[in-house]
Each structure stands twice: as C-alpha cells, then as structure tokens.
C-alpha cells in the first residue's frame, strides 16, 4: 500500500503512540552550523582543489542535494571551503575554496585534500548549500572515527560523512537534506 496516499491511524482502542506519518516519509535536514570566520563570497567556479596545493592527502566528496521527500535538488549551489595539509584557511586567495552546482539529479562531486585539524577543531569541511531560489544552508561535514570528534563543541553526528580509505587517497560521501 502506498503510505503517501494512506495515512497511518492508529487501531482503535490501540494504546501505541504511532510515529507521525510526516516523519516516516521524510528525512530530517541537514543541521545549520556556525560559518565560522574564515568564509569568503565571491568564490571562483571550481570542483577541483587539488590544483591548489602542492601536498596533502588525496580526497574526493561526493553525494547528491535531496529536499526532505528525498527528491533530487537539481542544480543545488555548493561552496565549500576547507584548510589543507598545514591547517589554515587561506584568507588572501582562494586556494581550498570554490562554488559549483550539482547536476540535474543533485549529484555533485569534489576533488580535493584531506582538510588537516587545527586548535580546537576536529577535521571538518565547510560548505554552503543552496537550492535554485531557496535558502542558503551553512553547514560543515565531518570524518567519523576522528579522536577528536566528541571534543570538539560543533561537531555535529548527523554531518558525518561515509568515508571510505583506498588507493593512497580518500573517498567521502555525504547527501544533503535541504
Ligand atoms: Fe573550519
């Protein structure tokens, strides 16, 4: 049975609470996070980082922009902006830092360096995501298994990413709920 067309009542003289229906068709949203103070607009159009910088580990981020139906977000802007193997941001350029917009179906990819830690932070990536006329969601992804994580007050446990080590290099997913 379709449950978008048949909502759930509960039987009567049932004494289960249901879950809402709302909630089991959706996903919740991916958290809004602090921008932090290292945010620059204005980014150039780039989906690759690793022109950038001379070292660092290997990364690639994918995923895809889903609304809370899990509906693709065709188009979605993203803007990332992250530090690299020496853990600062780079305030005078743009090196670690670009916007590009996922494809017709949401999906979007990143080619990048493993972000380092720096004090106080866990490792984390920044991104803003917006779909076509919506809101601008701030917010960061996040490695599971880092130390570091539970000491660090922003991290948040639904921003992990799906982290896979292979080939001298890093693969991440992760999808945004907008
Ligand atoms: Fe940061």
Redesign the pocket.
Known sequence: MDETTSPGTAPSGSHLTLTPECICRGTPPTPEQNE?P?YKPYTPHKADFRQDVTDGTPLVLSGQVVNGAGEPVGGALLDF???GDEGV?DDAGFRLRGHQFADPKGYWRLETVL?AM?PG?TR???VKVQPPGGEVLTT?LYFPEERRNHLDKHFRPECLMTVQQADGGWKAQFTFVV
Do not use: A, D
């Open positions: 932090g290292y902006w992250q530090v941001y972000p720096y932070r984390h990536l920044h960061m």
